[in-house]
């Protein structure tokens, strides 16, 4: 999830708006001033529209503040956040590095509920200051904004707790899991696999309301349903994939038998010697032995067929400095991060400015497979040989 419209900074946090947001807020806003009307029918439009608003607008404070309070506590645990973004669901951190003890899982997780909660309880509270009586409608404004928020933060509370990896309530069951079993990765799988029956149940029960007559509320349950089996499965996923590649480095699994192609060759030349050749898969561009790019058949395809015997590869390639560099020691899962965050299919592999080898994504990917299909044990990894060169320039 990343944010369209960029709000500014709280504690070195980006704080940003997905587009999906407006539409949420204008529901929010427009069944308020609904509720506001019939609640309270003395009152005038401009009373109503500009509490619906107020409202809206102090919600949208509360949700902010259920994120900071996710994000300063993983601060605090010396966790690196980046963004928070609010979208149609609520909000999102995005802290950078997972927890690394049960301990700091639990108490990042556990912050957002928490500040919910007394948000919740202190508008009530200064609601009751205010003469308003539990079980009556609140007549005057400021009450019936504060007992709206009052309500709506206990709900969120109460909703955040649901024991659905990965909301706030599965993350906390993670931990207690961790730390039970002191093991990371099984506690997620356990909290993922009981996320998944969570949602189905939201499904189930959302299907049931809508049949029943809940209409559009049992549909939005459902949704949430899928939108949670949907997380839930992606942290399953991500945890498979953690633990098949953690310790694992790109000079494990790079390819080596990259093709070497002169940059002052001709496009005709590059397809009739190596493109159309079986076996190669990586085309590096050397110069003087020093890589400076790549060629792809992509990059090819993008030149006219009749221009590819006055183009040279240098015209055709992807220059060095567009690359995306990765050195053999950098460790899988963060090649797969890169892979994955600037749609690149390829990645070079340098060593002094010198071409080692390459990885791509369809080779990790059959690593994944070749790793399901063996049925490997997550941790199984065998320690691979590593030639000497790389052991002497990493010592
Ligand atoms: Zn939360």
New binding site residues.
């Given amino acids: 999830m990343r944010s369209n419209i960029k709000l500014g900074r709280i504690s070195g946090v980006e704080i940003g708006l997905h587009y999906s947001w407006f539409i949420i807020a204008a529901l929010i806003v427009f069944s308020l001033g609904e509720h506001f009307r019939q609640a309270n029918p003395n009152w005038s439009p401009a009373q109503i529209w500009i509490s619906a608003l107020l409202t809206g607008a102090l919600f949208f404070v509360t949700l902010l503040l259920?994120?900071l309070?996710?994000s300063l506590v993983a601060q605090h645990r010396g966790l690196k956040v980046t963004a928070i973004t609010l979208f149609a669901l609520?909000?999102v951190?995005q802290i950078q590095d997972d927890a690394t003890d049960a301990k700091t899982e639990f108490w990042v997780?556990i912050?957002?509920?928490v500040a919910?909660l007394i948000i919740g309880l202190s508008c009530l509270g200064i609601a009751l200051g205010l003469r308003w009586q539990p079980s009556t409608e609140p007549h005057i404004a400021v009450t019936g904004v504060l007992v709206w928020l009052g309500y709506i933060n206990i709900a969120l509370a109460a909703f955040?707790m649901i024991p659905g990896f990965p909301?706030?309530g599965g993350r906390v069951l993670r931990a207690i899991i961790w730390a039970i079993t002191k093991n990371a990765d099984r506690s997620t799988r356990i909290a993922a696999r009981i996320g998944q029956v969570v949602a189905f149940l939201f499904i189930l029960d959302g299907i049931w309301q809508f049949f029943s007559g809940a209409g559009f509320g049992g549909l939005w349950i459902a949704f949430i349903g899928w939108f949670l089996m949907d997380a839930a499965k992606a942290s399953y996923a991500e945890v498979e994939i953690t633990a098949a590649f953690r310790g694992v480095r790109v000079s494990d699994v790079m390819a080596r038998d990259c093709a070497m192609v002169s940059p002052r060759i001709s496009l005709q030349d590059f397809i009739n010697t190596y493109l159309l050749r079986a076996g190669e898969r990586c085309f590096a561009v050397e110069d003087q032995g020093r890589l400076v790019g790549l060629i792809t058949p992509r990059d090819v395809g993008a030149i006219p067929r009749e221009r590819w015997d006055k183009t040279t590869v240098r015209e055709a390639m992807r220059p060095l400095q567009e690359l995306h560099i990765i050195t053999p020691d950098t460790p899988v899962l963060d090649a797969l991060k890169l892979v994955a965050s600037n749609d690149v299919n390829q990645l070079p592999v340098v060593a002094n400015g010198a071409l080692q080898g390459m990885v791509s994504r369809s080779q990790l990917v059959q690593l994944l497979q070749a790793r399901s299909e063996l049925r490997l044990p997550a941790a199984y990894y065998p320690s691979l040989p590593r030639n000497g060169k790389e052991a002497s320039s990493s010592a």
């Fill in positions: 259920h994120e309070a996710h609520g909000g951190s997780a912050a957002g509920p919910s955040n909301l706030d």
